[in-house]
């Protein structure tokens, strides 16, 4: 079936630092989307992408949809505390087909 | 406007046992989500109601259903619970079908003994 990896599993970085970590995927993805979420929440979408190519930024977030639809990668420019939680890569085959989630990348930030 | 709520927030079951889980819509939202996430993973798609109907299913067994009612609010149930089952269930609420207009609840924290 379907299968996301995310990498790294976990980073530990120094506030003001870049962030980078990227998803594949098994199979080619129509929509790629970045969730966080915080202990005791639910996922929050961060990044929405739609095509191959695609760059988007939210705020000091910037995601990219891989060229072969099997990858992304999601970017945090210099890093703040808040920025600590998990982050999911997630993926649809079609528009109203089912969210298929990768297992996370947990990100801390050391002050 | 109020976000996407869900209850209990905790709960606690024995094997065997059956559970029935609630999940309220963001307000305008027709289409409702469960997710099952186990500890350190990341969600995983159980099915979908969509307008009272069901719309799509990931991959788990008849002991997991669902309901949505006219008000777009849903349940979760799960009977003959298995140690497995032990997750954190989230609902997310969508005006559409598609994923990147769901907005995820703050999710219930089921344990099996």
């Known amino acids: 079936g379907q299968q996301l990896n995310q990498s790294p599993q976990s980073m530990f970085i120094q506030e003001g630092e870049d962030v980078s970590m990227n998803c594949t995927s098994s199979?080619?993805?129509?929509?790629w989307l970045w969730y966080k979420q915080d202990p005791g929440e639910g996922p929050v979408l961060l990044i929405a992408?739609?095509?191959?190519?695609e760059l988007t930024s939210n705020g000091r977030l910037t995601a990219q949809f891989g060229i072969t639809r099997k990858d992304s990668f999601l970017n945090i420019s210099a890093s703040i505390p808040s920025d600590v939680g998990i982050y999911f890569c997630?993926?649809?085959?079609?528009?109203?087909?089912?969210?298929?989630f990768g297992p996370g990348t947990s990100l801390s930030v050391i002050p | 406007e109020t976000g996407v709520t869900q209850s209990p927030t905790h709960l606690i079951k024995t094997r065997g046992q059956q559970v029935t889980l609630r999940c309220s819509s963001q307000?305008?939202?027709?289409?409702v989500s469960w997710y099952q996430q186990a500890l350190g993973q990341g969600p995983q798609f159980i099915f979908q109601?969509?307008?009272?109907?069901?719309?799509g299913r990931g991959n788990f067994p008849p002991r997991f259903s669902g309901l949505q009612f006219p008000n777009y609010s849903s349940e979760l149930n799960v009977n003959a619970l298995e140690l497995d089952d032990s997750a954190l269930y989230l609902c997310?609420?969508?005006?559409?079908?598609?994923?990147?207009?769901?907005?995820f609840g703050p999710g219930t924290r089921l344990l099996v003994l």
């Open positions: 109601y969509y307008r009272e109907e069901e719309n």
């Open positions: 997310a609420s969508s005006v559409l079908a598609g994923g990147e207009t769901q907005y």
């Open positions: 992408l739609y095509k191959a190519g």
């Open positions: 997630a993926g649809q085959e079609t528009s109203y087909d089912k969210v298929i």
């Open positions: 307000s305008g939202h027709n289409t």
């Open positions: 199979s080619i993805f129509n929509t």
